[in-house]
């Protein structure tokens, strides 16, 4: 396992639409592992394979509960509801912040390893993770549906 560089700021590569992954062999695993270690190593909850400069559409997640890390290959949403509105950071952003409108739940289809499809859902914090690691698969920063609340003078 290795820990890889996270591409920030302005690089062109997190404005790229990742490729679908039709190959699920070892070197997909070991790109797996090499991003959960850079999510950990960066103390983040989520990390796209764009972030790490690979086009490839793989997410990892770690909410640091009882499930553990989790990979997911070639996900999409397929359904989603409510609506909550959140401060969210991002990894390749590093020291900013802003509120962003997510569903308050979704439910993504995507392969595991095995090339198998399975489905997930998440709400809440997952719920936002999982939509904002899938927008850097296609090229979207959170940055782009930034909410700016005005505060009322009194």
Same mark, same amino acid.
């Given at each position: 396992m290795a820990i890889r560089t996270?591409?920030? $700021?302005? $690089?062109?590569?997190?404005?790229?639409?990742?490729k679908t992954v039709t190959v699920f062999d070892d070197k997909l695993e070991v790109l797996i592992e090499d991003m959960i270690e850079t999510m950990h190593h960066a103390d983040g909850i989520g990390l796209a394979a764009p972030q790490?400069?690979?086009l490839k559409r793989v997410i990892v997640i770690d909410l640091y509960d009882e499930d553990g890390p989790m990979a997911l290959i070639n996900p999409r949403i397929i359904d989603q509801n409510g609506l909550q509105m959140e401060e969210e950071g991002c990894l390749s952003l590093p020291g900013r912040h802003g509120?962003?409108?997510?569903?308050?739940?979704?439910?993504?289809?995507?392969?595991?390893? $095995?090339?198998?499809?399975?489905?997930?859902?998440?709400?809440?914090l997952l719920a936002r993770v999982l939509c904002h690691e899938i927008d850097h698969l296609d090229g979207i920063l959170y940055i782009d549906k930034?909410?700016?609340?005005?505060?009322?003078?009194?």
């Open positions: 996270i591409r920030t $700021d302005n $690089d062109p590569i997190l404005r790229k639409l990742s790490i400069g690979i509120v962003v409108k997510r569903p308050l739940s979704v439910t993504v289809q995507f392969e595991e390893t $095995d090339g198998q499809t399975y489905e997930i859902v998440g709400e809440e930034e909410v700016i609340l005005e505060e009322k003078a009194e």
